[in-house]
């Protein structure tokens, strides 16, 4: 008899829930388990849906949120076996500044689940606070998504950035960087992979509609994948899943040097991690001249993600585990 895995979550839209839960499903129904997803959001119907489904499974992992403590009591007595995963700093709020409430229930969530799955080493250590049996499982990407082939354009260079508008700042923060690579790099331009443009700003931007089918050849038809964020425990939680994206799709990379990028990036390898806006227009610059290094590190990049970060690989770390508990 198959082992029932249901995935709890706020939406099968959330990126948590199709990188961290869908994108395994058909490797869980290879090895024999049946994964289910549910809706933890929508009212008092989908609350009580959610926990008879939870009552019916052998292991509910419950996917980046908590619960008022009420409910998660209710959850935790129905669930045979509970686990936690999260790939964000649910426990502070989006500035990075400390919230109680955030904290409470996080470590609520934590203190009462079998086991816990988190996203980056960051995320780990702040949930072996309060739970000892935490397993990194690094956000991971499909690598043969984005095996595409993309003309690039010969007379401009082009910057990509994937994202969404709850990221927009980041980027926006980066406009005076990117303006100083401008200047030293003629023919720049910044693509937008997103649900947003940045019209005003004083770089050349190609405003590209984020879409599934589409994103894979968006970014091989760029040069080199940008990835602008704060150094504060909001950014810290974050798992560099637009610098993967970037690796996969074979673009050396330019970061901020903080956070889970850092983790990723090897430095003079697959791209370079900076800190100020000079170093920004340096290393820009500096491949924007030679496309036998682009050409090196957009490889480098791939063969990194292909063992350390395909799904194949984070199926590894987790199939044991969640074996263990059913």
Request: charged content about 20%; proline content about 5%; aromatic content about 8%.
């Amino acid at each position: 008899m198959s082992t029932r895995l249901l995935f709890v979550s706020k939406g099968l839209d959330a990126s948590s829930t199709r990188y961290r839960a869908v994108q395994f499903f058909p490797l869980w129904r290879a090895a024999g388990f049946e994964p289910v997803h549910v809706t933890a959001s929508g009212g008092p119907g989908a609350t009580l849906g959610m926990l008879r489904q939870a009552s019916r499974a052998d292991v509910v992992i419950v996917l980046r949120k908590t619960f008022p403590a009420a409910l998660l009591w209710l959850l935790r007595r129905v669930s045979r076996k509970l686990a936690f995963d999260f790939d964000d700093a649910i426990f502070c709020n989006s500035d990075g500044s400390p919230s109680r409430t955030r904290m409470t229930r996080f470590a609520a969530m934590v203190r009462c689940s079998d086991h816990v799955f988190a996203g980056n080493a960051f995320l780990a250590g702040q949930a072996a606070a309060f739970n000892p049996r935490v397993t990194l499982v690094p956000t991971c990407i499909d690598v043969a998504r984005y095996d595409v082939t993309a003309a690039k354009p010969a007379d401009t260079l082009d910057l990509v950035w994937i994202g969404s508008h709850s990221t927009r700042k980041y980027l926006a923060e980066a406009i005076p960087s990117l303006k100083a690579a401008a200047e030293k790099v003629p023919g720049l331009r910044l693509k937008i992979v997103a649900d947003f443009d940045l019209p005003d700003c004083s770089v050349t931007t190609i405003p590209v509609a984020w879409r599934a089918d589409a994103e894979a050849r968006e970014l091989a038809a760029s040069h080199i994948g940008i990835a602008p964020m704060r150094d504060d425990d909001w950014s810290r939680g974050k798992c560099a899943l637009k610098v993967l994206q970037y690796m996969a799709a074979g673009l050396p990379v330019v970061s901020t040097k903080a956070g889970a990028n850092a983790e990723v990036i090897g430095e003079g390898v697959n791209g370079y991690l900076v800190s100020t806006p000079g170093e920004w227009a340096q290393r820009i610059a500096q491949l924007a001249l030679d496309a036998d290094l682009r050409l090196r590190m957009g490889e480098a990049g791939r063969r990194r993600v292909a063992a350390d970060y395909s799904i194949e690989a984070a199926f590894a770390r987790l199939r044991p585990v969640v074996e263990g508990l059913g």
